[in-house]
C-alpha cells in the first residue's frame, strides 16, 4: 500500500468548543514521510515552539478531547479531523490552525471528509508503513479496556454503557474502513444536561451549543438550573424539557455509540502508523484511548517494521524453481526456498532451516545455531531475486556486497525454524546500486537486522 496525502488544500471555520474563538483550520498536502504535523500559525514569530506532529506522546489532557502540546505550541479537539484523515487513508498532511483548538463544526468528522472528497487524495511514491497484529493485547483503566486482535485488516468494535435511562447500553461496529463515511462520518459528540454546568465551571464547552452536540436530558434539575445552563449556552431559557434528546432525532439509534468508535480512530491515529488488525472497546473514552495510543506506540517504536504475516499452504509468488532461474546459487549456498511477497520496495522471502543443512555439522555439533554470516547471504539473495525480477534477463547480471553495516543478531536461529525475510529498499536503485535494510523474523521475532549496500552488474 502506498502512502497518500490531500489532493489539495481546503479551510474550515467555526467555534472552537471550548474556548467558543472563531478559528480558522486549513489542511494541506505534506510529502512523503511527514505524517501529521499540526502548525499555530498565530504563534509564527512569538514562539519557537509553534508546531508538533500529531503523536500520542504529546497528550496534555483528555477532558472533553484530546488536547496536544509541545513547548507552547497547545491545540485541543483534534480527534475528529484525525479520524478523519485515517480512515479516509491519508498518511501526510499539515494542519494549519491560527487558536489552540480545532473548529467543533457540527461536532462529528462530515465536514473534514467532505472537504477531503472535494479535493481528492493524491498517491505518493512511498511505501506506507503498516502495523501488522499478530497476537492479542488487553490494556485496562479501570471499568474500561482495549483489545487488539490479529485481523485482515482495520476494523474497530464499540461498546458504552451509562447510568442513564436514555442512553444505558450501546454497540457500534466498523467491519471496513470503506464504510466509515456513510456509517460513522456524520455521528456527533453528546453531553448529558447534568454535565454542563460542571464543564461551565471548569471554563470549558464556552462555544458548545445545540448545533454541535447531542445533548441528552435525562434526570429531572431545577428550572434554575436550566435558565443557566441555557443562558451560558447562548440559548432561548425553557421552564422544561422532555427527557431525550433534546436537539434530535438521531441520525442513528445508536449515534452515541458511534461516535465514541468515531473518536477511538481519531485517538489511535496519534500511533503515527496504520493498524492492521480488529479493535474491542468496552467503555471508552479520550483517556484510555490516549493512554493506549502512548503504550502502543512504544511497542511500535521497538520494532523499526511490522513482522510480514506469512500463511501456512499460501501459494508464493517464486517457489524454488523460479528462485533458481532468476539467482546462479546452488546446494549448499542457496538459502531461499521461497518468496510470498515482492512490492515496489520490499520482497518477503522465506527459508525453512533443518538439521540436515550442512553447516551444522561444524556450527555446532552439540548446539546447532546457523551461523550468522549465512543470515546475511539468505537476506542478500532475497534481495537479489528482486532486483532481478525487474529485468529480462537476469542470467546475465550478479548482485554483490559493497557494504554492511548495523548488524544485529538479537535471537538465535536453530532447526525447525522458518526465517521470514522483510528486505526494503531505502532509496531507489540509482546506477546499479541498492541501500537496503533487512530483517529476519522467527516466531513474530526479529532474530537479525542489517543494513546493507548492493550493486547490480552485467556480467559482461
Known sequence: MKQHTLGGEFVLKGKGLHTGAYVTLRLKPADINVGYIIRRVDLIGKSDSYEMKALAEYVSATERGT??????????????????????????????????????????????????????????????????????????????????????????????????????????????????????SSCRTFVFVREIEQLIQAGLIKGGDLNNALVIYDKKIPDECLHKICAACGQEPQSTYDMGYINGPLKFPNEPARHKLLDIIGDLALVGVHIRGRIVAIHPGHGINTSFATSFRKKVARQEVSTPVVECGAKPIYDINDIRRLLPHRYPMLLVDKIMEIGEQHVVAVKNVTCNEPFFQGHFPDELVMPGVLQIEAMAQAIGIMVLSRVKDPENYSTYFININNVKFRNKVVPGDTMVMKMVLTSPVRRGVANIKGFIFVDGKVATEAEMVATIRHKE
Open 67 to 184: 488536547v496536544l502540546r509541545h513547548g507552547d505550541c497547545q491545540v485541543s479537539t483534534v480527534e475528529h479531523c484525525l479520524s478523519a484523515l485515517y480512515a479516509l487513508g491519508i498518511d501526510n498532511c499539515i494542519m494549519e490552525v491560527d487558536a489552540p483548538e480545532f473548529p467543533i463544526l457540527d461536532g462529528s468528522a462530515s465536514q473534514y471528509v467532505t472537504e477531503i472528497q472535494r479535493v481528492g487524495i493524491s498517491e505518493q511514491m512511498a511505501e506506507r508503513r503498516e502495523y501488522i497484529v499478530t497476537s492479542k493485547t488487553t490494556y485496562t483503566m479501570g471499568e474500561s479496556s482495549i483489545t487488539l486482535m490479529p485481523d485482515d485488516k482495520f476494523s474497530v468494535q464499540v461498546m458504552v454503557g451509562y447510568d442513564s435511562p436514555i442512553l444505558a447500553n450501546q454497540y457500534a461496529i466498523l467491519d471496513s474502513m470503506q464504510d466509515y463515511v456513510e456509517n460513522i
